[in-house]
């Protein structure tokens, strides 16, 4: 059958909605330009009542039925949602047949800067209980505990508060309420920042929002977000088998393997709101011919505390050791083994709104920072995070040990800063995305420890191994582990990518060989 030549476009009224539908209809065209698409935009069950529960919406299609009907009875084409939003119950006469390319799926947290103070230089949340904005049980199930100790001292617990309406509703219901901060998926407020001239006023809103706000992107190791959260639904009728060459081309497969797999996690239970969260992510970090996935689930389902966190390749596993003594993952606890010395230098300049930093570990902040108020602090890992938060430092996102391009995504939300440094020691590994400055130096205090009879390695950081690899050749015929990233690019240009594989941790590394 020949498909259309003018194609119809339903999607929700909303601001966001609309530029979902018109990134459909954008992607169509490039296919096709002699397409003519026509868009029709209707409110849902969801947008009008504000007072449902946003389970029972979900699980009934507060969001989407309109449309589905809209699409049954042909008055639309394809109907454009949220994946989201969409039951996990399918339709008898619809399917998703398409997706587009994910946007980033992570969580913000927007806090009011009037509900900040400023205190030796370092920024601390002022009210020692945190009133969030969030009607979802998983951000609430995952952010109690995370909260207290991501935010810069003075917060001891967070409170979750029901709030309704689209994205623009909540920002204003934020900066115009007695809320200090609110949770958004980011994908949503990304979207809106690319709006078209005809919604200008919605992308100013914006903008205005996340100025009167701190930002902190939140990580999907601790806090995943919802199954299918920044992807898109493209749905039709069963029987439209005219539309499905053109769709095929432009459905982004990998996404849509991975939405389908992130909702299966909760199908079973058939509730849409369930205090848990699934993300599955890519990760430049597998073997040459393949990309790999970070899978992170976490929070309550059916009652019971759930947290996985793996990261996959698609690559053979590595051979399991002889015996499990073979195994090293880096040198003894408490041994000493380097000591850090300081490196001197003015770098007051740097301690200024339109420099952001990236911090690879904490050691390399030096203390007594003299950080803005407005400054932009990303990590390399959460343990980092952790440990600066300790010290009064506001982080605005980390790269949760994937690589260092946590940041790249998030930087259009920091307008401000014009110019980025990483903070390293004096062997760091160099970053194309930022200036590396040295803060501190390693030195051995102790020999290199006696590795023959180990074959299977972890690798904490690219310096440790070609520092062991000088000293140790034959770690070319060996086996290792590392994080993914910098390490492993280090790893695999010295000894090749057949050797070493990716993990998200050294006791992931430990487990996977003891197993």
Known sequence: MRAPRTITIGARSSALSRIQAQLVGDALLARDPRLDICYRFADTAGDRNLRA?????????????????????????????????????????????????RADPRDLLLVRRDRIVQRDALVHAAPRELRVLSCSA??????????????????????????????????????????????????????????????APAR??????????????????????????????IEVQRDRSDLADMLAAINHAP???????ERAQLAP???????????????????????????????????????????????????RPAQDECVWAGERPGSHALRRIALGGDRAELGTAHIGLLVARADA?????????????????????????????????????LGETGALAARHLFPHVARWVKL????????????????????????????????????????????YFRANPRLRDAWHGCGPGNTLAMIRAAIGPERVRPYLSPEQFLADMRA
């Open 138 to 199: 998983r951000r609430a199930t995952n952010l109690r505990e995370f909260l207290p100790w991501a935010l810069p001292g003075g917060v001891e617990h967070a409170t979750f508060h029901p709030v309704r309406g689209d994205i623009l509703r909540r920002l204003q219901t934020l900066l115009t309420g007695d809320a200090d901060a609110l949770v958004v998926a980011k994908a949503a407020i990304d979207r809106l920042l690319t709006a078209s001239d005809e919604l």
């Open 269 to 319: 239970t058939r509730d849409a709101d369930h205090p848990l969260g699934v993300s599955i992510v890519p990760v430049e970090g597998g073997p040459v011919s393949t990309q790999a996935e970070a899978v992170f689930v976490r929070g309550s389902l059916q009652g019971v505390h759930v947290e996985t966190t793996r990261l996959r390749d698609g690559a053979p596993p590595l051979p």
């Open 365 to 401: 902040f030096p203390e007594g920072w003299p950080a803005s108020a407005h400054q932009v602090v990303w990590t390399a890992g959460l343990t980092t995070w952790r440990k600066l938060a300790a010290r009064g430092v506001w982080v605005s996102g980390s790269d949760e040990s």
């Open 53 to 101: 529960s946003l389970s029972t919406l979900l699980q009934t299609g507060g969001f989407t039925s309109e449309l589905s009907d809209a699409l049954t009875d042909a008055r639309i084409d394809l109907a454009v949602h949220s994946w989201k939003d969409l039951p996990f119950a399918e339709s008898a006469g619809t399917r998703v047949a398409a997706t587009l390319e």
């Open 424 to 467: 390293s020691h004096a062997a760091g590994f160099d970053t194309p995305h930022a200036t590396r400055i040295a803060t501190y130096r390693l030195e051995r205090a102790a020999p290199l420890e006696d590795i023959t009879r180990h074959t299977h390695f972890f690798w904490r950081s690219g310096s440790q191994f070609l520092e």
């Open 255 to 261: 996404t849509f393997a991975r939405v389908l797999e």
């Open 204 to 233: 100013a809103q914006v903008l205005a929002a996340l100025g009167a706000c701190r930002i902190m992107v939140l990580p999907l190791a601790l806090n995943p977000a919802a199954p299918a959260q920044g992807a898109l639904a």
